[in-house]
């Protein structure tokens, strides 16, 4: 009734992105916090920190950071440097959006 499991199963490797989107995502959910109630709370336009989540923005990391009290740069590993300075010019691979869990789903079938 059972499958087989396979020994040489490819273990597949997540998005770095992806992963620290999760994690501040989870932050947030433990601290009982929406995007959205941040957005209010710093007086940001609707959506900010959830573009913030996915593309560099100083405005939302600053305030999803207070929020979680915490800083920026322990966040955001990808957008600031070791010293705690923001990365200028940010990375191009920072504006690039994850694929969605559909198209996840798709490579992987492939």
Do not use: C
């Not at 992105?17 to 009982?32: D, Q, V, Y």
């Not at 609707?46 to 950071?65: C, D, F, H, Q, Y």
């Not at 929020?67 to 920072?94: C, D, I, M, V």
């Amino acid at each position: 009734m059972h499958r087989r499991q396979q020994a040489d199963k490819q273990t597949h490797k997540s998005d770095p992105k992806i992963a620290e989107m999760t994690a501040i995502k989870s932050k947030l959910f433990a601290a009982g916090l929406t995007l959205l109630k941040i957005d209010r709370d710093y007086s940001l336009p609707r959506g900010t920190s959830g573009t913030t989540l996915r593309e560099p923005n100083v405005k939302g990391e600053r305030a999803i950071a207070a929020a979680l009290g915490t800083r920026p740069e322990f966040l955001w590993r990808t957008r600031y440097h070791a010293s705690g300075l923001r990365k200028s010019p940010q990375p191009a691979e920072n504006y690039v959006r994850p694929a969605t869990m559909a198209q996840r789903q798709n490579r992987k079938a492939a």
